[in-house]
């Protein structure tokens, strides 16, 4: 298995405190199975990224590590506007290994509508674009449309994997078995960011994916989709998803029906993201 979501790097965020946590969750997923683990600080307001402490602290893990587990570079890239304007100036560079998979994280308390022209920009510039935890969103649970709309335009989709046996609660854990039902998910990752309350445990979430879905499905989620993202080649054929080109709305449940036409809270036009990112 592959991990491609992972707070491995110590002291850059709010994932490992110290070298030896990172040895110790990075020996922990290894012994589960994980063979490659995507290092993925954060990219926010609160956590800066720092490309160079990145890659000296990655490389210090590796380096007690030895060959038990392969650790590659990537970031939490979080939609804001000097963090899209920066990733656009420096193509790949947010991206896994350099190669073009970029995991974006939305905010969780507004989405502008600027967002869909930023992501043109970001596939524009080489990226492809991996949300991130979409059933850990508030926003993007009661917009269930806007979500298909960034797939159908090539965005794929990364799930927490205890999302789906209910560690961040009933709403992420219904939400995201109702995407993994429909096909709507390309990736399942741990996310972890301690050994304790976000622990590095993908074995898990790969068992209960087999047991609901078969193996199949549980190896193209854990290992063969993320195999590409590392690789930086095109995702194997994955099956259709289902209710994805629906003409009318699409609804999972009655508890997740789309929000009504202007629910949400556009930036005033003024602002620097709608500069950037305005038609
Ligand atoms: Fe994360």
Known sequence: MIDIHHHLIYGVDDGSPDLET???????????GVTHIVCTPHASDAHPYRTSVNWERMNEIQAALGDSIHLLLACDFHLNAENILDAIENPLRYSIDGKGYLLVEFSDLAIPPQLDSALGRLRAAG?????????RNPVIV???ERMAEWM???????????????????????FSNHLLDRNWIHFLAT???????????????????????????????CTHNPLAAITGLKLPPQPEPIGLDSSGPIHF????????????TPRKTGSLFGKLFSR
């Open 22 to 32: 990172s040895l110790a969750m990075a020996r922990e997923a290894a012994s589960e």
């Open 152 to 174: 159908r335009s090539g965005c794929l989709v990364q799930v927490t994997g205890s999302s789906l046996y209910g560690r961040f609660g009933r709403t992420a854990e219904t």
């Open 253 to 264: 449940s009655d508890g997740f029906k789309p929000a009504a036409p202007g629910k949400q």
């Open 127 to 135: 990226y492809t674009c991996i949300l991130t935890h979409p059933e």
């Open 191 to 221: 996310d972890a960011h301690n050994l304790t309350s976000r622990p590095p445990h993908l074995r898990k979430a790969y068992d209960y994916v087999a047991n609901r879905c078969g193996t199949e499905t549980a190896d193209r989620l």
């Open 142 to 144: 009661r917009n269930l």
